[in-house]
């Protein structure tokens, strides 16, 4: 498959609609218990790992819904195939996924680029699902990190989504604030619409590993 019947392949489409719904039922819900918490250490802890796991389950979770469609298969070994191989693989995707959120600031030249994050979290799992599917496949030779030109495709997208996604909220967020009469919508619609709209890389660099089983 190339990318545009990737993109409108009814999987993709289904988990792209099950994607935006739980993006939009989890965040408000996040945001809800935030201010609940009535407590600075608690609300501090609230944003530094409840809201970097909240995002990394929900890249997760779009991605494995999508599988195999992204990487541009249409047949492959089921995700439970897998996830059966060891009993630690999912807390392993979940935790080396999770943790890359606190040593992202430390890695050299792209450390201070935040708007790369959410697109390399989508990028370290699916190296973790291809390199499994590969092992399940018997294939020994591939390779993992793009090329420059795929590189630069995502680099492209992810600082032009992020933008995007920067205006967006700042309009609508205005407009809501305004609307209810209170603070926070700005920075509740900017983490939903950043997570959508960054999306397509998981599909790009996903069909830059899938050719090599095609």
């Known amino acids: 498959m190339n990318l545009s019947q990737i993109l409108t392949h009814q ?23 935030h201010e609940k918490l009535d407590n600075k250490a608690l609300q501090y802890c609230w944003d530094k790992i409840g809201m970097p796991l909240l995002r990394v389950l929900l890249i997760i979770g779009f991605i494995l819904m999508v599988y195999p469609v992204n990487f541009g298969l249409v047949t492959a070994p089921s995700l439970t195939d897998l996830f059966s191989v060891d ?12 943790f890359l959120t606190f040593f992202f600031p ?25 390199s499994w599917l590969c092992k399940e496949l018997s294939i020994q030779d591939y390779y993992l990190f793009p090329n420059i030109i795929t590189l630069g495709l995502i680099v492209i997208i992810s600082l032009i989504t992020h933008w995007l996604a920067e205006y967006f909220s700042e309009h609508i967020g205005d407009y809501l604030d305004n609307l209810y009469h209170r603070d926070g919508f700005k920075e509740l619609v900017f983490k939903g619409v950043v997570l959508i709209m960054q999306s397509p890389v998981i599909f790009i660099f996903g069909l830059f590993l899938g050719k090599q089983i095609n």
């Open 11 to 33: 999987n993709t489409l289904f988990a792209f609609f099950v994607y935006c719904v739980c993006i939009a039922i989890a965040l408000p819900i996040f945001f809800f218990i």
């Open 87 to 98: 009993d630690m693989r999912s807390s392993f995707l979940i935790n080396l996924v999770f």
């Open 106 to 130: 430390m890695i050299p030249l792209i450390g201070k680029w935040e708007e790369l994050l959410i697109p390399l979290q989508g990028i370290l799992c699916s190296m973790i699902i291809f």
